[in-house]
Structure formats: C-alpha cells, structure tokens
C-alpha cells in the first residue's frame, strides 16, 4: 500500500527523508501510539499491511498524525528504536557491512566515514598504501628473518576487521579508564561497546593469545581528526610483534647460559619494567632498534639519517619513536618498545619477553613516492592510480596531475597476427613524451567476413605547465599515424 506524502519542509534532508520511510513502516506495524508521525513521497509498505498514513516532516523531525489498523505484525521493530528515531532523527541501528549495530550516546560514526570501512586499501593491488605494506612485509619475510630452514619467522595478518570492541582498543592494550586518547570527540564509536580502531595494536593481545609469538597487522585506522594535506581521519598502520623465549635472546650471547629474562623485587625505571632484567631488555632493546633502522634503511636507502625520541605508550615500556629527517625537516614514522608483561601475561604468553612497534604506513608512502597530500589516496582518478601501475614501481615519484584541460585523440588500425597493446604504449610515449597522460583501448573490433582485428585507441594528451593546442597536437598525432605502420606493422583506418 502506498502512504502519500503530506508535506515536507525546507530542512528536510533525504536522510531523514528515508528514516521516515522506514519510520512509517515501524509504526504502521508497532501500532504505535500516534503521537509522533512521519511523511515521506510515496512510502510503499509490505503489501501485508493494509494501512493508511498520513505524515507531515517538518524541521527535520517526523510527526506523526494518525495510525489505522494494522493486520499484519510480519516485521518487527521495537518502541524505543522508534523513539530513538523520533529523538534524534537517525534510524536506532547502524549497518556497516552487512550488520546491524545498536546507536547510543556514545555514537560518532558517520556515513562519511563508514564509507570507507571494508575499502582496504592496504590490500588494492598497486595502490601505494599496499606497494608500502608490500615493501615492509618482503624486509621482514626475505631479508629480515629467516629462521633455519629458511621460512619466514613472521606472518602477516592484513584482513582483520576494523571493528572492534572497545575493550580489544584499549582495555587489552591496558589504556586506562580516563585516558585521554579513549575521548568521544577523537574516536570513531559505533556505540559505547563497539568502535572503528584506532590503532592496530588492537589486535595484538588476541594474536598474542592465539599462539602467535612472531606477527604483522596491517590495516586502516579511523581517528577523528581534521582534513588537510598531511590529516585524514582514516590511515593506515603496520603493527609488528616479536616475543623471545630466555633461550632464543639468549642463545647469541657468549657464556648466556646463566641469564635470566625475570627477576624477583627490583622496581621500574626509566631502563625497564619491574619484573625484566636490564641484560633482557638491552637486548631487546637492541634487536627492535637495529630491525626497524634496517628497515628503514630498505625503504629510503642507506644515507637516510634517523634518530630515537623516548616517549610513552601504556602498553609499552620503555618506549621510542623513530624519527627520520626529510627534506630537512624531523617526521616521526613510527612508536615502538617493550611490551608491558601484564599483556603477555594476561594473553597466556607471561613466560616471554618481547616487543612491538606500530609503523604510520600513509606517512611512509607520502615521503617515499613523493605524494603531496594524503587524500590522493582515496583519488579514484586514473591519473592518480596508473601512476603506480607499473611493472617495478619501487622508483615511482608522484607526478601531480595538471590542471590544464586534456585533449583527446583517437586512432584506429587493423592489427596484425603478432600484435601487442603494449608495444603501442611505449611507441606512443617515444613519440609524444610526458605529453601523453593515458592511453586507452577504447574499441576492440573483429570483422565478421574477412576475420581481421581492428583496435581503436584514445590517447588523453595534457600538459603539466600549459594549454595545449589542437595544432600542436595534431602534429603528433600526424607523426603517430604516419610512423605507426612502419613500426607496428599495422594498417591505420
Ligand atoms: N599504537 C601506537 C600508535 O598508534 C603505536 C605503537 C604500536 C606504539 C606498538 C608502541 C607499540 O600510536
């Protein structure tokens, strides 16, 4: 049955335009008293209701006027989902992929930003944020740590959910109850249980507890934060985990036989936790240090200069950045430290000693492929992804795209037997340069009788620092037809 829409005022956004669609629904079927209403064009209703409502939207609020019988009850939506509605103008449940969350006090989600859950872009083939997971992964996979048969020590976890409860975001990485960084105003929550992580350290207690003593999450991290070039509220990080058997720090060390990772009554210091050895931790120490400048070192080169900062973290100790210098200037890249043995302990792994680090992967790829602005990452514009698309992109520098207009060009040709796209790529590039943003197949035909192949190409020319002309264009373009046979063995149209 159809619900005709009685009037709808200026600030009636389509958001609550639509909640009023459903709300019509919910109180058709609720026989909820009618003291709240909605209005919305045309509402179709299950057909097994045989109601009719009138409703009125005014100042983004529903009002609702009358409610008939209802015979069907085949839906169900509860009462207060409903006056939640009416409250507050938002439906009473969040979907993010595919599920329904309850809204509460505690919500900040957004549509905005819930459209990025599930992009990943961690795992988008050649985006940057994955070529700089891929970079870091192959150090730690192939140069960094093979163990004695010659496997990897370490795995990767790129797929985790970015969903998490708020007790895996900041009760098991031991946040306490009033820190700052578990603020509404900087945190994405869904509701007061359940939120978009912040870190992925997140995960580290429930990797730990799974057995795992040797481990990399990477994923997108949401914080609530200002847009700018170098600020977005989703990021991605890499987290790293490696927890020691005595035996395996140990085994190095001339004469170790005797050392111990725990002792019994000393206190923390600056140096270390209560319970650790300072001879444990140096070592720890060390081997966390010398991997993540050698990583660094991977990604940058050997010339690039870095230096520690103490800092803290509640769920290490002691704790540092690394900060490497860049065009002149000191930008932290990652936190890292010893893990506190009250998360071990409390993942079943207390007999270990071990450390962690969280790298910023957005920064790395920004400074590494030279991209000016963090939100060129979420740029679904071919000039921006193409750039990467390349066989060997690890010399790849951003070049930003110009904003003077394209001008296209298409050519067509039969193709002999041999004939490969490629090979037209790179001819058209010797030809015409960096004036040549794209090339693209735009018509692949086959000719029904005489069987030949034809393909139709359109090549976007644009310049970086000019307008082009269509005269200066069509004179490369005249050279491509003329010498394009000769070349490619085709035959222009
Ligand atoms: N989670 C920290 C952050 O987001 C980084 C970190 C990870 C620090 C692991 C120490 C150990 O800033």
Redesign the pocket.
């Given at each position: 049955m159809v619900v005709e829409l009685l009037s709808v005022d200026d600030h009636t956004s389509s958001d609550v335009k639509m909640a009023a669609t459903r709300l019509v629904a919910e109180v058709l079927i609720n026989r909820v008293p009618s003291s709240a209403c909605t209005l919305f064009p045309k509402i179709l209703l299950p057909s097994s209701c045989s109601a009719y409502h009138h409703i009125h939207l005014k100042h983004n609020r529903c009002v609702l006027h009358q409610t008939y019988q209802v015979q069907s009850r085949s839906v169900h939506f509860s009462v207060p989902s409903l006056q939640n509605k009416l409250e507050t103008g938002h439906d009473a449940e969040i979907e993010i992929l595919g599920k329904q969350y309850p809204r509460d006090d505690f919500t900040t989600v957004t549509p905005k930003i819930l459209s990025r859950v599930g992009v990943s872009l961690q795992n988008q083939n050649h985006h940057p944020i994955c070529l700089i997971k891929e970079r870091i992964r192959d150090f730690f996979f192939i140069l960094a740590f093979l163990n004695r048969r010659g496997n990897p020590l370490f795995s990767i976890y790129d797929h985790l959910s970015p969903i998490v409860t708020t007790a895996q975001n900041f009760d098991s990485v031991l946040v306490p109850q009033d820190h700052i960084t578990r603020k509404k105003g900087d945190n994405y929550y869904i509701n007061r249980d359940m939120m978009l992580r912040?870190?992925?350290?997140a995960h580290?207690h429930d990797l730990v507890q799974c057995g795992l003593d040797c481990f990399l999450v990477a994923g997108d991290?949401y914080r609530r934060d200002e847009i700018d070039s170098s600020h977005y509220p989703v990021f991605h990080?890499m987290?790293g985990v490696r927890l020691y058997t005595k035996h395996e720090l140990f085994e190095k060390c001339k004469g170790g036989s005797h050392l111990e990772l725990f002792e019994a009554n000393s206190a923390r210091t600056d140096l270390k936790q209560e319970t650790h050895t300072l001879e444990a931790v140096k070592l720890v120490e060390h081997d966390l240090k010398d991997t993540l400048i050698r990583c660094t070192q991977h990604l940058f080169g050997k010339d690039i200069e870095t230096q520690w900062v103490e800092t803290t973290?509640p769920?290490?100790h002691p704790?540092w950045e690394l900060e490497i210098k860049f065009h002149g200037e000191w930008l932290e890249t990652?936190?890292?430290?010893i893990m506190e043995q009250q998360l071990l302990q409390s993942a079943g792994a207390g007999d270990k000693i071990g450390y962690?680090?969280?790298l910023g992967l957005d920064r790395l790829a920004m400074l590494l492929f030279d991209i000016p602005d963090i939100r060129l990452f979420w740029s679904t514009d071919e000039r921006f992804i193409s750039q990467f698309q390349v066989k060997d992109p690890t010399s790849v520098k951003f070049k930003p795209f110009s904003s003077y207009p394209p001008v296209y060009q298409d050519i067509a040709f039969w193709l002999p037997t041999d004939y490969e796209s490629n090979n037209f790529y790179d001819f058209v590039r010797t030809m015409a340069g960096d004036l040549v943003e794209n090339v693209q197949l735009i018509d692949d035909f086959t000719h029904p009788k005489t069987n030949r192949k034809s393909h139709c190409y359109r090549i976007t020319y644009r310049s970086m620092d000019k307008v082009l002309t269509l005269e200066e264009i069509n004179q490369i373009q005249d050279r491509i037809r003329e010498q394009v046979e000769g070349e490619l063995s085709v035959q222009v149209r």
């Open positions: 912040a870190h992925t350290s580290q991290v990080q987290e973290f769920f290490t704790s990652l936190g890292c430290g962690a680090f969280g």
